[in-house]
């Protein structure tokens, strides 16, 4: 058996003081000047601590408060209040909402699970991957606890384009060659971000992070070449069609993009380093020609075809285009008609914001994930977007400290590996390798609507 993977994290603190989800409003006229002030009573010492930040003209107050309302209920003239913060509200967007902004800078900041003590409040179905639900019943046996139980589960993966059967010779010798292969104990990559406030410090920062959990990360050539000392754990994507001998030489995996000569440039990088693996990128748009595309390039040797959805998670430059995980089921589904599955390897991206949005994907048909905005959010991101106006970067992301920026994203690679320990052992897998299609685990919103409600309204399919 392997050794256990572990990823060591260590708290890391924030730059900046964190926006808060609520914030205190503190009236000071008709204070009683009581002799034992409710705000000096605080457990959390918050009015001791709070200062004013100069970098977000903000006080500091929400940063430290942790919700207990002893303050307000405790003021005999009722002159604190708890109130949403409408900074908090501005954050992120519909797929980076708040909650998900603010649970990457926790698990960034300390390397551990957010936990909520009041419960799930939302709703149960939503768009993408809201509308999946995971079977989670082997959670009542206790062996099965991920990260305190007695059974091993392993996260580990594998890039290749395997041979679907081994040949032999008619005195028994084998006569199928060895492939190449990249094993990874992580299924997720690093992407480059779609936008942010990047410098060679953050490139510099996610590849430590990349090289320190021993995955990949995919980075456009020239970083490439800036980054040579962490050529093991790089993907150089290369753009245009010069095939740099040198660059090649130095990294056991590239990226192409896709196009109408892509399988002769696959065929051209193979012939200059045997050993190489080749990836294609593909944006996750085309309907059904995609998964036909995706069985053309496994055929033609690709070892791992990687399919971009935009930042929300859907086909970039489609109207009411799909989810990823609807182009994975698609892909998954061609793939094993064509009998192409277990020789096939393919990666997608975009969208992918939580933990769970990695197992979610690998359930519909995935081996494994890159994740891209993630990373930037772990090193403080506000997804403001003020890079992609050419406004100044409210965090200054730009100017962090590589060492800093490394810690944070290993941390939140921590947290995601204990929650993907804790998901795959209360649904009772104890590979990552075994997730990929299982859709016996998973219940889609759409099915069960189908199911449902289709005879009644007279809908049905069948």
């Given at each position: 058996m392997p050794r256990k993977y572990h990823i060591d994290v260590q708290a890391t603190p924030n730059r900046y003081p964190v926006i808060g989800r609520s914030g205190i409003v503190d009236w000071g006229e008709g204070c009683l000047k009581c002799a034992q002030?409710?705000?000096?009573?605080?457990?959390?010492?918050?009015?001791?601590?709070?200062?004013?930040?100069?970098?977000?003209?903000?006080?500091?107050?929400?940063?430290?408060?942790?919700?207990?309302?002893?303050?307000?209920?405790?003021?005999?003239?009722?002159?604190?209040?708890?109130?949403?913060?409408?900074?908090?509200?501005?954050?992120?967007?519909?797929?980076?909402?708040?909650?998900?902004?603010?649970?990457t800078w926790t698990q960034a900041e300390t390397g551990k699970i957010p936990v909520s003590g009041a419960g799930y409040g939302g709703a149960f179905s939503g768009p993408g991957f809201d509308s999946m639900w995971t079977d989670m019943s082997e959670i009542v046996r206790p062996t099965r606890d991920g990260i305190h139980g007695r059974e091993y589960i392993s996260t580990v993966v594998e890039i290749s384009n395997r041979p679907f059967n081994l040949e032999f010779d008619s005195v028994g010798k084998i006569r199928t060659g060895q492939w190449p292969f990249a094993r990874i104990p992580l299924p997720i990559m690093f992407d480059f971000p779609r936008f942010g406030d990047l410098s060679?410090?953050?490139?510099?920062?996610?590849?430590?992070?990349?090289?320190?959990?021993?995955?990949?990360?995919?980075?456009?050539a020239e970083q490439a070449q800036a980054l040579a000392e962490f050529s093991h754990h790089l993907v150089p994507f290369l753009e245009d069609d010069r095939l740099d001998g040198a660059l090649i030489e130095r990294h056991r995996m590239v990226q192409i993009p896709d196009g109408e000569n892509a399988i002769e440039r696959v065929s051209r990088l193979k012939a200059m380093k045997a050993?190489?693996?080749?990836s294609v990128r593909i944006g996750a748009a085309g309907g059904p020609d995609l998964a036909a595309r995706s069985a053309e390039l496994t055929r033609a040797g690709v070892d791992l075809v990687h399919y971009t959805a935009d930042e929300r998670g859907y086909e970039a430059g489609v109207e009411n285009g799909r989810h990823i995980k609807d182009v994975a089921r698609n892909v998954h589904g061609v793939l094993l008609q064509e009998r192409l599955r277990d020789q096939a390897t393919f990666m997608v991206s975009g969208g992918i914001a939580m933990a769970e949005h990695v197992i979610k994907s690998m359930l519909c048909g995935a081996n494994l994930v890159a994740v891209d905005?993630?990373?930037?959010?772990?090193?403080?991101?506000?997804?403001?977007r003020n890079c992609v106006a050419g406004a100044r970067c409210p965090v200054q992301i730009s100017s962090i400290d590589p060492r800093w920026g490394s810690r944070r994203i290993v941390n939140l690679m921590g947290a995601w590996h204990n929650q993907l320990l804790e998901m795959m052992?209360?649904?009772?897998?104890?590979?990552?390798?075994r997730l990929r299609g299982e859709q016996g685990r998973v219940m889609f919103i759409e099915d069960l609507e189908e199911d449902t409600f289709a005879r009644l309204l007279g809908n049905s399919k069948s």
């Open positions: 002030c409710v705000k000096y009573q605080c457990v959390y010492n918050v009015y001791r601590e709070r200062s004013f930040s100069s970098d977000i003209l903000a006080d500091t107050i929400d940063q430290f408060c942790k919700n207990c309302f002893r303050c307000v209920q405790g003021c005999p003239k009722r002159l604190i209040h708890k109130t949403l913060n409408p900074e908090w509200e501005a954050l992120g967007d519909d797929i980076y909402t708040p909650e998900i902004v603010s649970a060679e410090r953050v490139w510099q920062a996610m590849a430590l992070a990349a090289a320190e959990i021993d995955t990949m990360m995919v980075v456009p050993d190489l693996l080749v905005m993630p990373l930037l959010v772990a090193l403080e991101c506000r997804v403001c052992g209360a649904m009772g897998i104890r590979e990552a390798r």
